[in-house]
Structures are given as structure tokens and as C-alpha cells.
């Protein structure tokens, strides 16, 4: 009975040994991944912030070299449409350019008309780009009526072309008139068509 018992006691401690032995299981918790998930999106938006600014910064300044090369190469083509000529009652020689174009009138008109309102805005555009460049503004007639009639008739158109030219911008200092009335006709003919041609104003430079 002894015996008995001493091995009950015996199997009871060794149970115990062993329970005891038996390392007991860590549970590892992962880390939160929150904050690295910020870190790299603000990363990223940083990064792309960079590059967003760098390319707007390089298109500006593409666009910058392109809008002074576009710049360079209409004063070329300025320069390359003036053409040299003597011209009555001034000294020395003139310049014309096909740049600066024409505007027509109405039979015994001096008035701008609206189909030549366009026209006028393109010759001030082109003035404005030129700051330097003076013109003169020519009053032409067709042929009938008295010269004394149409050089007025000239004076007066030249000077409504003058007028609409300052009313754009373009200073007053920088535009002279004079009329040639009917002496100077852009087209010899004696004929509607001819007349058409004839009743205008003309623009030559005579400083730039």
C-alpha cells in the first residue's frame, strides 16, 4: 500500500516536472503599419508635387524661347518686306512693306468703312510691334471731280485712317497725313474697277 502510494506521488511529480518544463507560447503582435503607409503617400504626393512643378517651370520656358523666336522671325520678315522708294514732296527716300495694307473708301466717302475696321486693327498690331517705325498716311481720289475738290476729299480720308489708327493705341506723334487727291492712281483705268482701286489710303514709313 506503501509502495503504491509512493509511485502515485511519484508519477504526480514527474507530471508536475513536466508541465512546469513546458515553455510557455509568446503570441508576437504585429507592429502597426499605419504610419509607414502615411509616410510613403506623403512621400509620394511630395514627389509628384516635384515633378509637376518642374515640368510646368520647363513648358514655360519652352514656350518662352518659342514665343522669341516666333518674335525674331517676324522682324525678319518685316525687314525682308520693306522696299525702298522715292515718293513726292518728301525728301529722300521712303520705305514701303506689303505688311501694312490698304483701306478703301466709298464714292465721295471719308469715312472708315466696317469692312476695313480689321485691316486697321492689323496695320496698329503691327505698328505697336515696330515702337520706332513712323508713317505717313496718303489721302488718294479717283479721277473725277477738281484737284481741288479731291485733295480735300484725300486730306479728309487720310485723316480718318489717322484718327482710327490713334484711337488704337497708336500715339499720335508717330503718324503724319497728306493727300495726293487724284494725281497719284493705284490703277491707270478709267472704269468702276479702276476708281475702286484708286479711292483708298495708303501707309508708307519714312522712319523706323
Wanted: proline share 4%; aromatic share 6%.
Amino acid at each position: 500500500m506503501i509502495r503504491k502510494w509512493y509511485l502515485v506521488l511519484i508519477l504526480t511529480l514527474c507530471f508536475g516536472l513536466i508541465l512546469s518544463g513546458c515553455p510557455k507560447k509568446t503570441v508576437m503582435k504585429d507592429e502597426p503599419t499605419v504610419k509607414k503607409s502615411d509616410d510613403a503617400a506623403r512621400l509620394e504626393a511630395e514627389r509628384a508635387a516635384k515633378e509637376k512643378a518642374e515640368r510646368e517651370t520647363r513648358e514655360k520656358e519652352e514656350a518662352r524661347i518659342k514665343e522669341e523666336a516666333a518674335k525674331r522671325e517676324k522682324e525678319k520678315e518685316f525687314e525682308k518686306s520693306l522696299v525702298a522708294k522715292k515718293q513726292p514732296g518728301i525728301e529722300g527716300e521712303v520705305l514701303e512693306t506689303k505688311l501694312l495694307k490698304d483701306i478703301y473708301f466709298d464714292l465721295d466717302k471719308y469715312d472708315v468703312r466696317p469692312q476695313d475696321v480689321e485691316i486697321l486693327k492689323e496695320n496698329a498690331a503691327l505698328l505697336m510691334k515696330h515702337p520706332n517705325v513712323k508713317i505717313q498716311v496718303e489721302g488718294h481720289c479717283d479721277e473725277r471731280g477738281t484737284a481741288e475738290y479731291n485733295l480735300a476729299l484725300g486730306q479728309r480720308r487720310a485723316n480718318s485712317a489717322m484718327k482710327y489708327l490713334v484711337s488704337l493705341g497708336i500715339p499720335a506723334a508717330r503718324l503724319s497725313i497728306i493727300s495726293y487727291g487724284k494725281e497719284m492712281p493705284l490703277d491707270p483705268g478709267h472704269n468702276e474697277e479702276a476708281w475702286a482701286k484708286n479711292r483708298r489710303a495708303h501707309f508708307i514709313i519714312l522712319s523706323k
